[in-house]
């Protein structure tokens, strides 16, 4: 990464950030108020991260906002969402922004301690957030996880990265996304607070009638290297039509099965047992071990979703197509392009499956399309799917009327091939005398 955008007018929040940066990052930050100039860097610069503060009065920041939807095209960012608690309520924005690629929300008079932070579990992950770009098989499964510190702050990042991960596929719509993020967030927090600091029900009360926050209580507790020392291990698996996150802490546990009904007769709203509540109405099922330090939430997949269309490609032809249907036949003149709105696609080179396609691919056919050549692939629906046909005339149309199109064309093509060089090297020459790697069944040929 390199230039980062920040939506900001506030002085005191400019320090901050200012502040925040010199401690160590070395990106360059570029600081934006008008519309006009903030649409132009999002359009043109195509950036990886971007920070907005979604409680400054001076922007107008729906307004953006509602174009980012209206053109869902540009918009493969991740956003670091600032906001005064004072002014808004975390949980509100999360809902209202929940179209948008939101990784987390800072506080902020939290940024001079966890906004640098929080770029840097980013940058650590980078390629598991932003996989729209990348073609990945999920009839394998992928797995993955994070060691987390008992820092309730970093929580929320770490839960919108496994938010993330089924939304970039495709996998979730929206609403789940908001409220997997929250859920995860919430079990995390608990595996945190109950888990690893062995905070008990009645002295979350007590300390909540002092005024003290989560946050607060469990910095106390963290005063003790023995129990700061503690780690919560967040594992997940995505398999072909479910995901399944495991969340465990070094604490001793708990009674589960009083826990949950003491918490079944209280109030929706109370703070205590929210994350099990929450966690419990978003999953499909959700299991403890026996010792009450260790939960597993299984979510089944949303076949239904759809990549909405963007905004440039509104008018063109939709294609409706079935299980089996050839798309794309071998040897044929490349004279369309086509964008992957929904659907799971097959590719055969020589009537030999080489590779497969879904909508985190985005197009389909654009080698052979931009080259002026013959298909070198054909392509089968496996599923039944939804594709914008993009004639060549009409491609050039678009682009002329949404320049920043083939700029985001051009990236995309370039980490493929800086993707594909990568292969090719490790082909040629191996890895220490071990066997080279067999080449990916997933990449596009047409």
Known sequence: MSVIGVVNSDPEIKEAIDFAFSQGSKHEIKYLIEEEAILEFLNYELPEIVIINFSDPSIKIDE????????????????????????????????????????????????????????????????????????????????????????????????????????????????????LQLALGELIVNAIEHGNCGITYDEKTEAMDRGLSVVDLVAEKCRDPAIMAKKVDFQWEIQKDRSIFVIGDEGKGFDVKAHLRKISSQDQMSLHGRGIKMAALLSHELKYNTSGNRVALLLRHDSSVEHEIPLGFSREQILLVKPGEIVIKEGEPSDNLYYISSGKYSVFHNQKKVGSLSPQDIFMGEMSFLLNQKRSASIRADTQGKLILLPRKNFINVIRDYPHYGIFLSKLLAKRLVRSNDQNAMLMGGVKGEAPPVPPENSSLP
Do not use: C
């Open 64 to 179: 953006i906002v509602s174009h980012l939807k209206n053109d869902k095209w540009i918009l493969n960012f991740g956003i670091i969402g600032l906001y005064s608690h004072k002014q808004d309520e975390e949980e509100e924005l999360l809902k209202k922004y929940k179209a948008i690629n939101v990784l987390t929300l800072l506080d902020n008079y939290r940024l001079r301690s966890h906004l640098v932070k929080n770029l840097q579990i980013i940058e650590e992950n980078y390629q598991i957030i932003f996989q729209r770009e990348f073609t990945k098989n999920l009839l394998d499964g992928v797995s993955g996880g994070f060691v987390i510190d008992n820092d309730i702050l970093a929580v929320p990042l770490y839960a919108a990265i496994g938010a993330t991960i089924l939304a970039q596929r495709g996998l979730i719509n929206p609403d789940s996304k908001m409220h």
